[in-house]
C-alpha cells in the first residue's frame, strides 16, 4: 500500500540552530501536504501545509518544500527556540478526502537550551 | 471561535464493553475525521462524515461505527472492546470536506483492560 516515511525519528538541535525533517511519499497522485506539531499530551496542531502546484512556502519560522519529481518534502524551522520541542508528524494526501491521507511516523524534536 | 472538543478525555473499560466517543466541531464546519492514534501504528484514518453523511470509512473492522447529527456533531462507537482498541481517539473537523484545513480535538485516551 501507500506510505509515507518520515525521517529522522528523534532530532535534537541546539537553540537559535535550524532543524529539518523530511517524508518521502510513494503515492505519486498525491496533491496535499500538510505538516503538524503535536506537544506532550495535547492535540496536532496543523503548522504549515502546501499542495502540488507549490514548491516552497513559508510563514515565519517555518518553511517546508516540495520536490513532486522525487516525491519528498521537508519541513524547515530556524532560529529554533525552547517552545519548538514536540513530535512533528507530515502526511501527504491523494485530495480532499480523509481516508487518503497518509501520516508519517513521526519525528521527536528537541531543543537544547 | 471555541475549538474542536471531545468528550470524555479518558475512558478506562473492559474488554467486551462498549464506548461511545464523542466530537464537537468548531463552529461552522461541516466535515468530521476521526482517528486512531496509537506508538505502534501511528495516526490511522478512521471515518469521515460531511453533512451528516459517511464518506469514507477506513480499514477497521465492523465493530467501529460512527455517525454525525444535524449540528455536525459526531460520535464513535466501538463494540466489543479488545486490548488493541487502547489508543487515542482523535476527531478533527474543517469547513469544506475533507482534510484541508483540519483542526483536530483534544482526544479521547481509550484504556482497554
Known amino acids: 500500500g501507500e506510505n509515507v516515511e518520515q525521517h529522522p525519528s528523534t532530532l535534537s538541535v541546539q537553540e537559535g540552530d535550524s532543524a529539518v525533517i523530511k517524508c518521502t511519499y510513494s503515492?505519486?497522485?498525491?496533491?496535499?501536504f500538510p505538516w503538524y506539531k503535536q506537544e506532550l499530551g495535547k492535540r496536532p496542531q496543523l503548522i504549515i501545509d502546501?499542495?502540488?502546484?507549490?514548491g516552497e512556502k513559508k510563514d515565519q519560522r517555518i518553511a517546508v518544500t516540495l520536490n513532486k519529481t522525487a516525491k519528498h518534502f521537508s519541513l524547515h524551522i530556524t532560529e529554533t527556540q525552547p517552545e519548538d520541542s514536540a513530535v512533528y508528524f507530515c502526511?501527504?494526501?491523494?485530495?480532499?478526502?480523509?481516508?487518503?491521507?497518509?501520516f508519517g511516523s513521526g519525528t521527536r524534536l528537541s531543543i537544547r537550551p | 471561535k471555541a475549538g474542536v472538543t471531545q468528550t470524555p478525555r479518558y475512558l478506562i473499560k473492559t474488554r467486551g464493553q462498549q464506548v461511545t466517543l464523542s466530537c464537537s466541531p468548531i463552529?461552522?464546519?461541516?466535515?468530521v475525521s476521526w482517528y486512531q492514534q496509537t506508538p505502534g501504528q501511528g495516526l490511522q484514518f478512521l471515518f469521515e462524515?460531511?453533512?451528516?453523511?459517511?464518506?469514507n470509512k477506513g480499514n477497521f473492522p465492523g465493530r467501529f461505527s460512527g455517525r454525525q447529527f444535524s449540528n455536525s456533531r459526531s460520535e464513535m462507537n466501538v463494540s466489543t472492546l479488545e486490548l488493541g482498541d487502547s489508543a487515542l481517539y482523535l476527531c478533527a473537523s474543517s469547513q469544506g470536506q475533507g482534510v484541508y484545513e483540519q483542526y483536530f480535538g483534544p482526544g479521547t485516551r481509550l484504556t482497554v483492560t
Open positions: 463552529s461552522g464546519h461541516r466535515s
Open positions: 502526511a501527504a494526501s491523494r485530495d480532499s478526502s480523509a481516508s487518503k491521507i497518509i
Open positions: 503515492d505519486s497522485a498525491s496533491n496535499y
Open positions: 462524515y460531511f453533512s451528516e453523511t459517511q464518506r
Open positions: 502546501i499542495r502540488s502546484n507549490v
